[in-house]
């Protein structure tokens, strides 16, 4: 079958071969971005930081090349739109149709790879250059939906520790406790909104209305080995997983390293030691649930005083949420008994939780048609894949229906500067991704029916 984007391009030869440059263009992008960050060396950029900010001029800049009118909302996400074009010659464009969100987020973790995130925002915004159409001396999306593209502002969660913060201001989810939320210098959230130059009291007005939204699409790296391991480019993605992020304080008591005879020590660094090592114990033999301990620090941190406290951090994720709080209550009975056991204590806060989210079957459909109009005629199925990383679509899922698009990324590097994407992969992806709205507006037509989650 003749792809979709072929025929859209029938009268344009070279429309095709802008494919090639989008995809270079994308990749020296990603290279431009990741000069902008708060670390000498490497990569690091932070929601409300004068980096965001800097990020967002430059997205905004080359979202107003294509076309789009752009803003940034009221909780820092940058965001650009293309008009729906009329289906009356009345008129050129149709102002409120409702929108196609692509997209995905700036914000890093610290010393950060330069693809993850950044990479989906750009071939968004590579796919409306591709699919948009001249009207007048503007141009419009070709579809009764406009076309928008959302660089969403905290995906990560790096600064304040609770994630998805931009996209649950978009789904109407933002939560009043979080303005007390603070970050490693003492500063709160709602510090931060007012010195970044946003308005605390009018966040509300980042949310969207269901009916304002067709779907959420996003392109993103696999930040897994899977695609690498099968030598395929992409993949479609069936659900995203559930994450569940406590802080623990384990207390016990300091004392003299050597005077101290091992009978009489409550030492909270082994407890939590043997907590890390449980939490791999227990994770490693259920299907589908990652559990991680990443933040580990030991006090007071002298060399010769037995650490009287440690506190740390557990990241839990599974493909289903009941299947991950079973985990979770498995790894607090160990807790339990370990302390008992070593004359400890331990408490735990839960500083972030976002259901696991399955994506919209309509979306599944038309980014497997999107990778089939890059492979060769008769070509099996693409890869279906259950994302252990969490993304934005957890948020927006709340509001409309989510899909996703995954690139191979070497080894399934991430979260650290060797994430690497090849630049032939992202030109599969941005043709994936054009031909997925083409198969989309196609199948919703005069319709317009918005995709449910
Ligand atoms: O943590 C994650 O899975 C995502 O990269 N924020
Ligand atoms: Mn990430
Ligand atoms: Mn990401």
Do not use: K
């Amino acid at each position: 079958m003749t792809a979709l984007l072929d025929r859209f391009f029938a009268a344009d030869a070279a429309a095709l071969e802008r494919l090639a440059v989008a995809a270079r263009r994308v990749m020296t992008r990603c290279e431009e971005l990741a000069r902008i960050s708060a670390a000498d060396s490497g990569i690091e950029r932070v929601y409300l930081s004068p980096e965001h900010a800097r990020a967002n001029r430059l997205i905004a800049e080359w979202m107003r090349e294509v076309g789009m009118t752009t803003w940034q909302d009221a909780a820092g996400n940058q965001v650009g739109r293309l008009e729906a074009r009329a289906r009356s010659a009345a008129a050129p464009v149709e102002p409120n149709a409702a929108a196609l969100l692509l997209g995905s987020h700036l914000d890093t973790v610290p010393d950060a790879g330069r693809y993850d995130g950044i990479v989906g925002v750009l071939m968004a915004i590579e796919t409306v250059r591709l699919l948009r159409v001249a009207v007048g001396r503007s141009w419009a999306s070709p579809f009764p939906f406009a076309l928008e593209v959302i660089a969403f502002s905290d995906e990560e969660g790096t600064r304040f520790g609770t994630a998805l913060l931009g996209s649950a201001a978009v789904a109407g989810a933002w939560r009043p406790e979080w303005w007390a939320l603070t970050d490693a210098a003492g500063t709160t959230l709602h510090q931060a909104f007012l010195e970044f130059g946003l308005d605390p009291a009018r966040v509300g007005e980042a949310a969207r209305r269901p009916e304002e939204l067709i779907g959420y699409l996003e392109a993103h790296i696999e930040q897994g080995p899977e695609l690498d391991q099968r030598g395929e480019a992409l993949a479609v993605v069936s659900s995203i997983a559930s994450a569940r992020r406590f802080q623990f304080v384990m207390e016990g008591e300091a004392r003299h390293a050597g005077g101290t005879p091992y009978a009489s020590r409550h030492d909270a660094l082994l407890g939590a030691s043997e907590a890390a090592l449980a939490v791999e114990r227990i994770c490693m033999d259920e299907h589908h649930v990652i559990g991680t301990v990443g933040r580990f620090e030991a006090f007071p941190g002298a060399v010769n005083v037995i650490p009287g406290e440690v506190r740390f951090s557990l990241d839990l994720r599974g493909e289903f949420d009941d299947q991950r709080d079973d985990v979770w209550d498995r790894i607090a009975e160990e807790l339990g008994a370990i302390s008992w056991r070593r004359g400890l204590r331990w408490q735990a806060r839960e500083v972030h939780r976002a259901a696991a989210v399955a994506c919209a079957p309509l979306l599944q459909d038309v980014v497997r048609a999107g990778i089939l109009s890059t492979l060769p005629g008769g070509a099996d199925d693409p890869a279906v894949i259950f994302s252990r990383a969490g993304h934005d679509g957890m948020a927006m899922a709340a509001v409309t229906g989510v899909g996703m698009l995954f690139l191979r990324n070497a080894d399934g590097i991430s979260h650290h500067p060797d994430e690497l994407v090849l630049g032939e992969d992202v030109g599969r992806g941005i043709r994936a991704l054009a031909e997925a709205v083409l198969t989309l507006g196609a199948e919703l037509g005069p319709t317009l029916a918005r995709i449910r989650p």
